[in-house]
């Protein structure tokens, strides 16, 4: 393992903040590493950085990053004692979807990421979450309301909150997601 001699996230993110690995990298502003506890409980992954995210350098930021934070505290979490991540650390143009080889080229930062953190419990925020982290293609709704296991943690899926911007519709089963999830905290 590459990252092997590596032992705190601080030490990790000044060894791959400068990555070239894929072709996200020539259009970043910032790299996005995570943020948040570095022992926590909890993580919470997402798809990618975002516009305000790549100018901050900070993962959930924007809109859907405010209505995360809102979400986390109806269940009685703060941004403080969680740690949130991404799929990929580079912002995608225009906000598109990560590609295949992208979220390949970036998964074994979020696999160090998680054997830093040794979470026990992980939220998955939207289908590439779930594609990147699980490896499974099915539809959200279809993946929703189970238990899933990576290495240790015990793994759930809700929307992400851009999709909760886009529908609100869908803020409901979200909301059932997250009182579920709190429950096994």
Known sequence: NVFSGISSLADFESKICNCKKCDLAKGRNKFVFGSGNPEARVLLIGEGPGADEDKQGL?????????????????????????????????PPGNRTPTAAEIDACFPFLQKQIELIKPSLILLLGATAVLGLLQKKESLSALRGKVYEYGEAKVMV??????????????????????AFRKIY
């Open 158 to 179: 809700t929307y992400h909150p851009a999709a909760l911007l886009r529908n609100p519709a869908l803020k409901r089963g979200c909301w059932e997601d997250v009182q």
């Open 59 to 91: 993962p959930f930021v924007g809109r859907a990053g405010q209505l995360l934070t809102d979400i986390l505290k109806a269940i009685k979490f703060s941004r403080e004692e969680v740690y949130i991540a991404n799929i990929v650390k580079c912002r």
